[in-house]
């Protein structure tokens, strides 16, 4: 293998593990509530039904209607009772209402202070993130010098892998303080 084909290797492994981070980052900020109702909100809910652990999306479809009102239709009708106690249970703040055969959330509007308390979690999670794609740079800038430490390639190589690594970091911190600067507009509509 040449020492470009190495240095090409480094980076595309440094390329997907940061689009994962960030995907992962979009994943768990589309879940924090905002005052419109998204399935999102709920699907993550852990329900305890026949013996096992599993996400409500697992056991049950979940829609909206409106702006505020989701609708979980489970599967079996046996496991509504289950998915009624897991929603108390989370820390959702919402209230299920049961039918009989579908349950409805009404997802009231976010106070002021609650949308506060929102971003502040929005800005941790994406801090979070971007220490981890960090994280990544470091490690691939590591491997990097070991290449160029065991004369895989050349220091000039070196030199350009690593402004190479520097301006995709550059991009994927760009990226999460998009999402960032997204969420907490979505948050502060009202």
């Not at 993130?129 to 430490?149: C, F, G, M, Q, T």
């Amino acid at each position: 293998m040449t020492g470009s084909d190495m240095i090409e290797k480094v980076l595309l492994t440094m390329d997907q593990k940061m689009q994962t981070t960030l995907d992962v980052l979009k994943k768990d900020l589309s879940g924090i509530r905002t005052g419109r109702a998204t399935p999102a909100m709920v699907e993550h809910v852990k329900v305890e039904y026949a013996e096992t652990t599993m996400p409500i999306n697992h056991i049950a479809g979940i829609s909206t209607s409106g702006a505020n009102l989701l609708i979980i239709q489970p599967w079996d009708p046996g496991s509504l009772k289950a998915i009624e106690k897991a929603i108390l249970k989370s820390n959702l703040g919402l209230t299920p209402n049961n039918d009989g055969t579908t349950i409805r959330l009404t997802v009231p509007p976010l106070s002021n202070e609650r949308r506060l308390e929102l971003i502040k979690i929005v800005k941790a999670r994406v801090e979070e993130s971007k220490v981890i794609i960090r994280n990544i740079r470091r490690d691939a800038s590591d491997e990097l010098k070991k290449l160029e430490k065991e004369k895989e390639i050349s220091q000039d190589e070196l030199k350009r892998a690593l402004d190479k690594v520097q301006k995709v970091t550059d991009s994927f911190v760009e990226l999460a303080d998009k999402a960032k600067d997204d969420k907490e507009k979505e948050l502060m509509e009202v």
